[in-house]
């Protein structure tokens, strides 16, 4: 008789065996259905096991088996089992998480027929230029490249009255897509209209660098200023992965997945280029999924958990913005998508490619130890010029709404020739709070350790933290008067102050509040592009990843915060914003400048930052990182717990310090910092404590938590309290 052991999404780090009835044929990595407890549940097969001398009567028969080939390519499913000991995270929630939605339900693998506008036969042998409207060239040539589902259209900043165009001449139409599998290799071609024949020398070096090394595991940072053509290095390389028949993943923050990033991709190959993004249907997910599992479509580009995505053929992972903290998950499984990345690269034995020009402390320590390799490019690409920076020191001066006098005599000399300019302001809403004049009340959260944001346009005051609201009140809840006034800037109030101060020229705000309806963000970064918007209001969402070309004038409001934070990384995340953001500035053949308003000019960050660049200062804080034993010279591991009335999450986490301590595991080099509150204690209702461990040596560590765990695990634990453990925590 066989035994099937089988991983549920539970709680649980352990797996458990089922028989299996006759003439079944279940697969490893293929999905079971189990009678659990009273249910039934859907599972994973982790191994098939002749069974030996056990007490098989007490078993559970399988009810059905699913799937008759496995879910997971060899290489994932090694990579999630190293992840699952690498993170401590139940076996059954990790294999769970990497499939599509609609797979953990128990829905069969395989594509549902979805509407796509495809090119006719027609549409196929005509030339999109021989088109005189410019809209339609670009939708037919954007749809010789592959189909598109009928909610991309916006995202790929198509406009349906243009398809029906399209269509009414016979060159596209709707159509159900097929389930028969297409390929797309024997065609493979690159578009050459879309190619910069003349990389420049940094460019070239990075291209034949990487190409001399694309057949096996190899780790590039590909180190670039904004606009040093850094993706034109990305395209260039995957031309020679895609010719070989091989397939790509291409890796973005959510806000990079922008129309012009899709758009460039499908462009330059005749190959099926996918798209994986929060926003899509879950059946639109899965058809990705299984298109890339076949090796139909060519690229997959995709927010952080396309990591998981299968490939038939991987040839190459690109990793854009490798700096940015959205690849780390920051609930339940707590993975890093670059830290998994560079495994599966591994496993795969294909190269990666870290691009930004803003590396992360991890990155550059790697480079150090000859790890990875960097190339790089400090000179803008094609006409690009470098922008001015500039320190603005607002000490003593006047302030109307946030903006000084000099900032605002700028922006009319920006604005006068037609030029646009973008103020960075990372905080939404009216104003960070409302204060009483009358007793000095201040409006606070219940649930948190934070002041409630005034939102003026809704008449509301909302928690950023929890998100609960409550409306305006009129009154001073303490003293009833009614002199309560706002406190600090806000995106909403800069957008009022500059339709009162320039009424002429056109406001445009981008944040969370203004682009919450699908498809908002594409319709306002466009408007951007064809200069239907003149002054740009926005926080972080704006500072990365697009191109404005008519910006020329970039500045940062109020960024000292940053400077005094009691978050070890906080100078990391400002030089990298700052990079960014002022990397926005001047991206054509406008020269950009860059202004920052601060009270502390000569604070030395700033200093290094402006005048030496981020490079130099990203080498000082390694220096200092080194010296003080934080990461990444250090590995952490943090076990964080909460509950609601502040009794026991603290205890529970002195029980677990306790556990470590007496451990005779242990060795001198571990270090254990609390229980102490975390750095934001109350969040939600809930009051958060965390305890640190903090190693030199990542196995010794790694070890030494594997074998305490099941302690911990057994250690009484209190209902109230929650708790979870995170390797390679980011905020702690
Ligand atoms: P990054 O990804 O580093 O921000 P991009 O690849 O987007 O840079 O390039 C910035 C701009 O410069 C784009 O408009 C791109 O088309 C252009 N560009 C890139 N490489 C070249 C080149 N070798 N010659 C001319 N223009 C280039
Ligand atoms: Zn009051
Ligand atoms: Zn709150």
């Not at 089922?18 to 279940?26: E, G, I, K, R």
């Not at 007793?439 to 409630?452: P, R």
Request: charged content about 20%; proline content about 5%; some cysteine.
């Amino acid at each position: 008789m066989l035994i099937v052991n089988v991983a549920l999404p539970v709680p649980i780090a352990r797996t458990f065996d089922y028989l299996l009835p006759d003439n079944t044929a279940p697969v490893v990595g293929g999905r079971v259905l189990v009678p659990f407890g009273h249910r039934q549940a859907i599972g994973i097969v982790i191994s098939i096991k002749e069974h030996k001398e056990l007490t098989i009567s007490k078993l559970k028969t399988i009810s059905k088996v699913i799937d008759n080939q496995s879910l997971f390519s060899n290489s994932l499913w090694r990579i999630l089992n190293w992840a699952i000991r690498y993170y401590h995270y139940p076996v059954g929630r990790v294999l769970f998480h990497a499939l599509p939605i609609l797979l953990r339900q128990g829905k069969p693998a395989e594509i549902t027929p979805l509407w796509q506008w495809v090119a006719t036969e027609q549409g196929h042998s005509t030339l999109p230029k021989s088109l005189k409207v410019p809209k339609q060239q670009q939708a037919l040539l954007i749809l010789l490249q592959g189909p598109v589902y009928c909610n991309q259209v916006k995202k790929l900043q198509l406009i349906n009255t243009t398809l029906e165009e399209l269509r009414n001449k016979g060159l596209c139409d709707l159509r159900l897509q097929k389930k028969k599998s297409y390929d797309w290799r024997p065609k493979f071609s690159v578009n050459n209209e879309w190619r910069h024949l003349y990389l420049n020398t940094e460019q070239s070096l990075a291209v034949n660098s990487i190409r001399s090394e694309d057949d096996r595991f190899f780790v590039w940072l590909l180190a670039g200023i904004t606009s040093s053509g850094k993706t034109e290095v990305y395209l260039t390389v995957l031309e020679h992965i895609l010719a070989k028949g091989k397939q790509a993943l291409v890796l973005v923050p959510e806000i990079n997945l922008t129309p012009q990033t899709i758009v460039r991709f499908r462009k330059r190959f005749n190959a099926p280029v996918e798209v994986l993004h929060s926003e899509l249907k879950s059946s639109e997910k899965l058809n990705v999924w299984l298109q890339a599992k076949s090796g139909e479509c060519a690229i997959v580009i995709g927010t952080r958990s396309a990591i998981f995505t299968p490939f038939a053929k991987l040839g190459m992972i690109i990793i854009d913005e490798e700096h940015d903290s959205s690849y780390k998950q920051h609930e339940g499984w707590r993975y890093h998508a670059r830290n998994l990345a560079i495994c599966r690269a591994k496993e795969e034995n294909i190269p990666i490619i870290l691009g930004t020009a803003t590396p992360s402390m991890e990155t550059l320590y790697n480079v150090q130890q000859k790890k990875y390799r960097q190339l790089t490019l400090s000179k803008r690409a094609g006409k690009a010029k470098p922008t001015e920076q500039q320190l603005l020191d607002i000490k003593g001066l006047p302030l109307i709404h946030g903006l000084s006098a000099p900032l605002l005599e700028k922006m009319r000399v920006h604005l006068q020739v037609d030029n646009q300019v973008m103020l960075f302001l990372n905080r939404r809403g009216f104003a960070p709070s409302l204060l009483c004049h009358g007793c000095g009340w201040s409006a606070e959260c219940k649930h948190c350790d934070h002041s409630y944001t005034l939102h003026q346009q809704q008449r509301q005051l909302l928690c950023h933290y929890c998100n609960s609201q409550r409306t305006l009140p009129h009154q001073c809840y303490q003293c009833g008067s009614t002199k309560l006034i706002p406190i600090g800037l806000g995106t909403e109030q800069l957008e009022t102050a500059l339709k009162n101060i320039f009424p002429k020229v056109p406001v445009t705000r981008i944040d969370r509040d203004t682009t919450k309806r699908k498809g908002t963000l594409e319709i306002y970064l466009a408007k951007i592009q064809h200069g239907g918007a003149r002054i740009l209001i926005g926080t972080q969402m704006l500072a990365k990843g697009h191109h404005f070309p008519d910006v020329t004038l970039v500045s940062l409001l109020d960024v000292d915060g940053a400077l005094f934070s009691s978050d070890f990384r906080a100078t990391e995340h400002f030089a990298q914003l700052y990079t960014q953001v002022a990397g926005r500035a001047g991206r054509a053949d406008k020269c950009g400048e860059v202004l920052l308003q601060t009270h502390h000019p000569d604070h030395p960050l700033l200093q290094t930052l402006l005048n030496n660049g981020y490079m130099d200062y990203a080498n000082q804080i390694l220096k200092e990182r080194s010296q003080a034993g934080l990461p990444p010279f250090k590995t952490h591991i943090l076990f964080r717990a909460d509950d609601h009335d502040n009794q026991q999450a603290g205890l529970f986490l002195d029980k677990i310090r306790q556990v470590l301590e007496s451990s005779p595991l242990r060795d001198n080099s571990l270090w254990l910092m609390g229980p102490i509150p975390a750095l934001v204690p109350k969040r939600g209702g809930r009051f958060r404590w965390q305890l640190l461990l903090s190693h030199p040596l990542r196995p010794q560590l790694q070890r030494f938590i594997t074998a305490n765990l099941p302690l911990i695990n057994n250690l009484y634990q209190n209902r109230k309290v929650k708790w979870s453990l995170d390797v390679d925590p980011l905020d702690c």
